[in-house]
């Protein structure tokens, strides 16, 4: 089982593979993984800037110096995942950071970016969640491509894209372990909800990039590569991953259902957390449920509907 680190779960998952709970908005929410072989040490996600402290802590509890942290790999640039990689950085300059090619210059210069969050969110939540971002050297940040090998120690990691929770998203294929960490493109989940190794996950699409096709692709993408587990940033270890994409496939057309049905953005959430609420498992309670998915049933109903409009902005040419 796990170990606190400076009050943070750090968890070995399998041979040299770490889960890290950031508890970025709360316990059991977001997670940063570390991946350690033969003296060379990746940070797959970072969490936010305020995560930065408890990371460094563990990596050098797991031996890791800055000779050693070659890689921090964030999945896409979303700041529950991104945010702390500057921060991070600059503490660890001889890394490299990788990213899916979109994603670089939102590193790079990361003005667009915040000024997309703070719209979403609002500038009180950015205030206290993610601010300041700090960026990285256009030098030291490398677009990884699709089947793009990294190297770590003995150990090679497949990149993957994925996009559907974001166009920008990438996934990190461990083959010494069999694991996909799969950064939100295998959906969110949270402890307390569904068996262990089936977690209850729900399909997270976020404004603005939202595609059904991608995210459709994508699914059958990592059922494909089968692997033994798939670990998501949010947040347990699923070794159910047929039976997991399956529900996350029925559950993205039955929102799209709603989608279509909806009467505005706000009808279309509630519609989602009843909808969705069919899954659960049936020892739940719906009202642990509305608190635990909250947040990513309205990102998600934002960002469906946000799809709808274009959609329809389309047809009317
Ligand atoms: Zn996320």
Known sequence: MGQAIAGHELVELADGLYRLDTRYYRPGHTSAYILGSDGAHAVIDSGVGANVPALLTALSHLGAT?????????????????????????????????????GVEHLVDPTRLEAGVRMLYGDAFFDQEYAPLTPVPADRVSGLDDEARVTLGTRALRVLHTPGH???????YDEATDTLLAGDAFGAGYPGFGGPGAPFMVPVVPPPQFKPEAYRATLARILALSPAQ???????????????????????????????EAASVADLEARLLECWARWLPTDASVWAYRQAYGLDIWLTAEGMWLWRCKQEKKAAG
């Open 166 to 172: 974001a166009w920008h998203h990438l996934s990190i």
């Open 230 to 260: 798939v670990a998501p940033a949010h947040f347990p270890l699923i070794t159910d991953v047929r039976g997991t994409a399956e529900r996350l496939g029925q559950m993205l057309e039955a929102g799209l259902e709603q989608t279509a």
């Open 66 to 102: 800055d000779d050693t942290v070659h890689w921090i790999l964030p999945t896409h640039v979303h700041l529950d995942h991104a945010g702390g990689v500057g921060g991070l950085f600059a503490s660890l300059p001889k890394a490299r950071v990788g990213v899916h090619p979109s």
